[in-house]
C-alpha cells in the first residue's frame, strides 16, 4: 500500500523550516526519503531503519517513529537548493520501493 | 564506484510502435535491478524487478515487459506502444537497501 505524505505542497521563503510526514497503514521497517528535481531523476537522500532512528544530511534530517507507522523530515534554514518534490518510500518485493505521491517544495527568496 | 545508465534519454514514438529501453549498471555484480514510471506530475510506481539473470516480477499488470538477459542489463518493452505508456521511465538498483536511480528515458507517444 502507498504511503500518505503532507503536506502535498509548501511554500516557504529561504531560511525557513518545513516538515514532511509519511505515514502508512501497515508495519513500516524502513522508511526512504528521496529529492527529485524537476526533470530530473530522484536522489537518494537517507533511510532509516530502526524505529526512533533519526538521521541528518546536511540541514536535512528525518525521523522515525515504528510505532506510529510513520516518518518525518524536517529541513531545516531551507535553502534555495531544497526546492523539489520530496518522496517517502517503504518496502515492497525484492527490496523494490512504493513510493508516497510527494510533497512539492518551493522555497522563495 | 557503481554508475547506472539509461538510453535512450528521450524517445518519442507513435501510438502502436515497439518500444525497447535499456538499463546498465557497473561497478557491481549480481544487482537487484527495478524499473519504474512517473507519469507527468505523478508519483514513481514501481513496474518491475530482478533478482538475477532471466528472473523478472511484475508488479502491475500492463502493455509492458522486462528482460534481463546478462548480470547488469534490465531491458523495457513494449510490441504496441500506448498512448498512456507516456512517462518519464527510471531504472534503478540497489547497494544494501539504498536505492540509486538511473538518469532516465523520457517517452512520449503521439
Known amino acids: 500500500q502507498q504511503p500518505v505524505q503532507s503536506p502535498q505542497a509548501v511554500i516557504l521563503r529561504e531560511g525557513e523550516d518545513a516538515v514532511i510526514n509519511c505515514s502508512s497503514s501497515?508495519?513500516?521497517?524502513?522508511v526512504h526519503w528521496y529529492r527529485q528535481k524537476h526533470g530530473e531523476a530522484p536522489v537518494f537522500l537517507m533511510i532509516?531503519?530502526?524505529?526512533?532512528e533519526q538521521k541528518g544530511h546536511e540541514k536535512i534530517s528525518a525521523s522515525f517513529n515504528e510505532k506510529k507507522q510513520q516518518s518525518s523530515l524536517y529541513l531545516t534554514a531551507s535553502q534555495l537548493s531544497y526546492s523539489g518534490t520530496y518522496f517517502c518510500?517503504?518496502?515492497?518485493?525484492?527490496?523494490?520501493?512504493?513510493f508516497g505521491k510527494g510533497t512539492h517544495l518551493i522555497i522563495q527568496p | 564506484s557503481q554508475t547506472i545508465h539509461q538510453w535512450p534519454a528521450t524517445l518519442v514514438q507513435p501510438v502502436g510502435s515497439p518500444l525497447s529501453l535499456e538499463c546498465t549498471v557497473e561497478?557491481?555484480?549480481?544487482?537487484?535491478l527495478y524499473w519504474y514510471r512517473q507519469a507527468a506530475g505523478r508519483g514513481l510506481q514501481l513496474l518491475f524487478y530482478?533478482?538475477?539473470?532471466?528472473?523478472i516480477s511484475s508488479e502491475v499488470p500492463q502493455n509492458l515487459s522486462a528482460s534481463r538477459p546478462q548480470d547488469r542489463q534490465f531491458i523495457l518493452s513494449s510490441k504496441k506502444l500506448l498512448l498512456s505508456d507516456s512517462g518519464f521511465y527510471l531504472c534503478?538498483?540497489?547497494?544494501?537497501?539504498?536505492?540509486?536511480f538511473g538518469p532516465g528515458t523520457r517517452l512520449t507517444v503521439t
Open positions: 534503478a538498483w540497489n547497494r544494501a537497501l539504498e536505492q540509486y
Open positions: 501497515k508495519a513500516l521497517y524502513s
Open positions: 532509516l531503519l530502526k524505529g526512533g
Open positions: 518510500g517503504t518496502l515492497g518485493g525484492a527490496d523494490g520501493l512504493t
Open positions: 561497478g557491481t555484480s549480481n544487482p537487484n
Open positions: 530482478s533478482v538475477g539473470i532471466g528472473q
